[in-house]
Protein backbone atom coordinates (compact mmCIF):
# COMPACT_ATOMS: atom_id res chain seq x y z
CA UNK A 1 0.00 0.00 0.00
CA UNK A 2 2.91 2.31 0.93
CA UNK A 3 4.56 1.74 -2.37
CA UNK A 4 1.51 2.19 -4.42
CA UNK A 5 0.55 5.71 -2.83
CA UNK A 6 4.17 6.72 -4.01
CA UNK A 7 4.05 6.14 -7.09
CA UNK A 8 0.32 6.96 -7.76
CA UNK A 9 0.94 10.45 -6.56
CA UNK A 10 4.65 10.57 -8.34
CA UNK A 11 2.57 10.11 -11.81
CA UNK A 12 0.27 12.90 -10.67
CA UNK A 13 3.23 15.79 -11.56
CA UNK A 14 2.52 14.84 -14.88
CA UNK A 15 -1.08 16.42 -15.03
CA UNK A 16 -0.98 20.18 -15.23
CA UNK A 17 -3.87 23.05 -16.19
CA UNK A 18 -5.83 22.47 -18.85
CA UNK A 19 -5.01 18.79 -19.67
CA UNK A 20 -7.04 16.12 -20.97
CA UNK A 21 -5.76 12.78 -19.01
CA UNK A 22 -6.77 8.86 -18.98
CA UNK A 23 -7.13 7.70 -15.97
CA UNK A 24 -6.76 4.22 -15.41
CA UNK A 25 -8.16 1.43 -13.69
CA UNK A 26 -6.69 -0.02 -9.93
CA UNK A 27 -5.40 -0.03 -6.49
CA UNK A 28 -2.38 1.97 -7.91
CA UNK A 29 -3.61 4.42 -10.04
CA UNK A 30 -6.25 4.69 -7.49
CA UNK A 31 -3.67 7.26 -5.63
CA UNK A 32 -3.35 9.38 -9.10
CA UNK A 33 -6.77 9.69 -9.39
CA UNK A 34 -7.46 11.16 -5.29
CA UNK A 35 -4.24 14.00 -6.51
CA UNK A 36 -6.22 14.40 -9.53
CA UNK A 37 -9.26 15.46 -8.08
CA UNK A 38 -7.23 17.19 -5.14
CA UNK A 39 -6.31 19.29 -8.15
CA UNK A 40 -9.71 19.94 -9.52
CA UNK A 41 -10.80 20.87 -5.79
CA UNK A 42 -7.55 23.73 -6.03
CA UNK A 43 -9.38 24.91 -9.33
CA UNK A 44 -7.08 23.33 -12.43
CA UNK A 45 -9.15 22.44 -15.01
CA UNK A 46 -8.80 19.17 -15.87
CA UNK A 47 -11.00 17.07 -18.05
CA UNK A 48 -10.45 13.32 -17.98
CA UNK A 49 -11.79 9.40 -19.69
CA UNK A 50 -12.17 7.37 -17.52
CA UNK A 51 -10.73 3.29 -18.56
CA UNK A 52 -13.56 1.57 -16.61
CA UNK A 53 -16.93 1.72 -14.78
CA UNK A 54 -15.25 1.71 -11.35
CA UNK A 55 -12.70 4.93 -11.88
CA UNK A 56 -15.74 6.56 -13.55
CA UNK A 57 -17.23 6.67 -10.27
CA UNK A 58 -14.04 7.41 -8.25
CA UNK A 59 -13.77 10.41 -10.54
CA UNK A 60 -17.71 11.35 -10.27
CA UNK A 61 -17.05 11.24 -6.30
CA UNK A 62 -14.19 13.64 -6.53
CA UNK A 63 -15.67 15.83 -8.94
CA UNK A 64 -13.13 15.58 -12.01
CA UNK A 65 -15.11 16.79 -14.94
CA UNK A 66 -15.24 13.41 -17.43
CA UNK A 67 -15.29 13.87 -21.37
CA UNK A 68 -15.12 10.76 -23.94
CA UNK A 69 -14.01 10.22 -27.17
CA UNK A 70 -16.92 12.15 -28.92
CA UNK A 71 -15.44 15.63 -27.74
CA UNK A 72 -11.82 14.61 -27.27
CA UNK A 73 -9.24 12.56 -29.86
CA UNK A 74 -5.82 13.44 -27.99
CA UNK A 75 -4.78 12.58 -24.62
CA UNK A 76 -2.36 15.16 -23.39
CA UNK A 77 -0.99 12.03 -20.39
CA UNK A 78 -3.01 8.81 -19.58
CA UNK A 79 -1.64 7.28 -15.98
CA UNK A 80 -2.68 3.86 -15.39
CA UNK A 81 -1.23 0.03 -13.38
CA UNK A 82 0.06 -3.04 -14.60
CA UNK A 83 0.36 -6.29 -13.71
CA UNK A 84 3.85 -6.98 -14.38
CA UNK A 85 6.43 -4.74 -16.32
CA UNK A 86 9.38 -6.59 -17.97
CA UNK A 87 12.91 -5.47 -18.29
CA UNK A 88 11.97 -3.67 -21.69
CA UNK A 89 8.61 -2.24 -20.16
CA UNK A 90 6.35 -4.32 -21.66
CA UNK A 91 3.13 -4.78 -19.79
CA UNK A 92 0.90 -7.49 -18.78
CA UNK A 93 -2.52 -5.54 -18.08
CA UNK A 94 -6.35 -6.54 -17.27
CA UNK A 95 -5.89 -7.64 -13.74
CA UNK A 96 -8.93 -5.99 -13.00
CA UNK A 97 -10.64 -6.84 -16.12
CA UNK A 98 -10.56 -2.86 -17.90
CA UNK A 99 -7.55 -4.00 -20.40
CA UNK A 100 -9.75 -2.64 -23.66
CA UNK A 101 -10.59 0.36 -22.33
CA UNK A 102 -7.26 0.29 -20.77
CA UNK A 103 -5.32 -0.11 -24.66
CA UNK A 104 -7.85 1.67 -26.35
CA UNK A 105 -7.07 4.76 -23.97
CA UNK A 106 -3.03 4.17 -23.79
CA UNK A 107 -3.50 4.40 -27.62
CA UNK A 108 -4.55 7.98 -27.78
CA UNK A 109 -1.62 9.69 -25.99
CA UNK A 110 2.03 10.06 -26.60
CA UNK A 111 2.61 10.24 -22.59
CA UNK A 112 1.62 6.63 -21.26
CA UNK A 113 2.67 6.52 -17.72
CA UNK A 114 3.01 3.26 -15.98
CA UNK A 115 2.70 3.61 -11.93
CA UNK A 116 3.46 -0.28 -10.57
CA UNK A 117 5.13 -0.82 -7.34
CA UNK A 118 8.44 -3.15 -6.66
CA UNK A 119 6.52 -6.34 -6.90
CA UNK A 120 5.30 -5.78 -10.60
CA UNK A 121 8.89 -5.66 -11.73
CA UNK A 122 9.71 -8.54 -13.72
CA UNK A 123 12.61 -9.99 -15.78
CA UNK A 124 9.81 -11.67 -18.80
CA UNK A 125 6.21 -11.45 -18.60
CA UNK A 126 4.34 -14.32 -18.17
CA UNK A 127 3.92 -15.27 -14.48
CA UNK A 128 1.06 -13.29 -14.07
CA UNK A 129 -1.69 -15.32 -16.65
CA UNK A 130 -2.21 -13.08 -19.41
CA UNK A 131 -6.05 -11.67 -19.59
CA UNK A 132 -7.57 -11.83 -22.51
CA UNK A 133 -11.12 -10.41 -23.18
CA UNK A 134 -12.85 -12.38 -26.11
CA UNK A 135 -16.60 -12.40 -27.08
CA UNK A 136 -19.09 -14.71 -25.24
CA UNK A 137 -20.22 -16.19 -28.23
CA UNK A 138 -18.34 -19.66 -29.21
CA UNK A 139 -16.00 -18.35 -26.37
CA UNK A 140 -14.76 -21.97 -25.87
CA UNK A 141 -13.63 -22.16 -29.47
CA UNK A 142 -11.42 -18.91 -29.11
CA UNK A 143 -10.26 -20.42 -26.09
CA UNK A 144 -9.27 -23.60 -27.70
CA UNK A 145 -7.09 -21.31 -29.90
CA UNK A 146 -5.35 -19.71 -27.76
CA UNK A 147 -4.41 -22.99 -26.02
CA UNK A 148 -2.71 -23.74 -29.08
CA UNK A 149 -0.26 -20.86 -28.78
CA UNK A 150 0.99 -22.88 -25.26
CA UNK A 151 -1.57 -21.55 -22.49
CA UNK A 152 -3.99 -23.09 -20.31
CA UNK A 153 -6.95 -20.45 -20.51
CA UNK A 154 -9.67 -20.18 -17.73
CA UNK A 155 -12.39 -18.31 -17.88
CA UNK A 156 -12.97 -15.55 -15.99
CA UNK A 157 -15.84 -15.96 -12.52
CA UNK A 158 -17.44 -13.55 -10.75
CA UNK A 159 -18.72 -15.40 -7.43
CA UNK A 160 -20.03 -18.78 -9.79
CA UNK A 161 -21.10 -16.77 -12.68
CA UNK A 162 -18.61 -15.71 -15.34
CA UNK A 163 -17.08 -12.25 -14.54
CA UNK A 164 -18.60 -9.68 -17.37
CA UNK A 165 -16.12 -7.05 -18.47
CA UNK A 166 -17.72 -3.24 -19.28
CA UNK A 167 -17.75 -3.82 -22.22
CA UNK A 168 -20.22 -7.19 -21.98
CA UNK A 169 -17.42 -9.96 -23.17
CA UNK A 170 -15.62 -12.76 -21.18
CA UNK A 171 -12.35 -12.43 -19.70
CA UNK A 172 -9.82 -15.47 -20.37
CA UNK A 173 -6.75 -16.08 -18.20
CA UNK A 174 -3.77 -17.68 -20.12
CA UNK A 175 -1.19 -19.26 -18.17
CA UNK A 176 2.05 -19.09 -20.44
CA UNK A 177 4.41 -19.01 -17.73
CA UNK A 178 6.78 -17.07 -19.48
CA UNK A 179 6.13 -14.76 -22.87
CA UNK A 180 9.73 -14.68 -24.75
CA UNK A 181 7.91 -12.23 -27.17
CA UNK A 182 5.37 -10.15 -26.05
CA UNK A 183 4.97 -7.98 -29.35
CA UNK A 184 4.89 -11.82 -31.61
CA UNK A 185 2.12 -13.07 -28.91
CA UNK A 186 -0.20 -9.84 -29.01
CA UNK A 187 0.01 -10.05 -32.64
CA UNK A 188 -1.26 -13.93 -32.50
CA UNK A 189 -3.55 -13.19 -29.90
CA UNK A 190 -5.30 -10.60 -31.80
CA UNK A 191 -5.53 -12.52 -34.94
CA UNK A 192 -7.83 -15.02 -33.35
CA UNK A 193 -11.35 -14.60 -34.32
CA UNK A 194 -13.12 -13.69 -30.83
CA UNK A 195 -10.48 -11.97 -29.31
CA UNK A 196 -11.30 -8.38 -28.64
CA UNK A 197 -8.28 -7.16 -26.87
CA UNK A 198 -5.57 -8.78 -25.03
CA UNK A 199 -3.51 -7.50 -21.94
CA UNK A 200 -0.52 -7.26 -23.36
CA UNK A 201 0.59 -3.48 -23.88
CA UNK A 202 3.89 -3.62 -25.52
CA UNK A 203 6.05 -0.47 -26.73
CA UNK A 204 3.03 2.01 -25.22
CA UNK A 205 4.87 2.96 -21.30
CA UNK A 206 7.06 6.19 -21.89
CA UNK A 207 7.65 6.72 -18.17
CA UNK A 208 6.93 4.26 -15.37
CA UNK A 209 7.17 4.96 -11.83
CA UNK A 210 8.23 2.07 -9.39
CA UNK A 211 10.36 1.81 -6.39
CA UNK A 212 13.70 0.11 -6.15
CA UNK A 213 15.67 0.45 -2.23
CA UNK A 214 12.73 2.04 -0.68
CA UNK A 215 12.77 5.05 -3.31
CA UNK A 216 10.41 5.84 -5.96
CA UNK A 217 12.26 5.53 -9.10
CA UNK A 218 11.37 7.23 -12.73
CA UNK A 219 12.65 4.57 -15.89
CA UNK A 220 12.53 5.31 -19.31
C1 LIG B 1 -6.83 -3.26 -14.58
C2 LIG B 1 -5.36 -3.20 -14.68
C3 LIG B 1 -4.62 -2.65 -13.51
O1 LIG B 1 -3.86 -1.57 -13.94
C4 LIG B 1 -3.73 -3.72 -12.96
O2 LIG B 1 -4.51 -4.83 -12.65
C5 LIG B 1 -2.97 -3.23 -11.73
O3 LIG B 1 -3.86 -3.06 -10.68
P1 LIG B 1 -3.37 -2.69 -9.22
O4 LIG B 1 -2.78 -1.33 -9.29
O5 LIG B 1 -4.61 -2.76 -8.38
O6 LIG B 1 -2.35 -3.73 -8.80
O7 LIG B 1 -4.75 -3.55 -15.67
O8 LIG B 1 -7.39 -3.87 -15.70
Not at 87 to 116: N, S, W, Y
Request: proline letters at 4%; a negative charge.
Amino acid sequence: MIEKKAVGEAAAQYVKDGMVVGLGTGSTVYYTIQKVGEYVKEGMNIRAIPTSEETKMLALDLNIPLVTFAEVNHLDVVIDGADEVDCHFALTKGGGGALLREKLIADATDLFIVVADSSKMVEKLGKFPLPVEVTPFSWERTARQIEELGSIATRRLNGTEPYISDNGNYILDCSFEVIENPEELSQKLNRIPGVVENGLFVNMAKIVFTVEEGKVVRKM
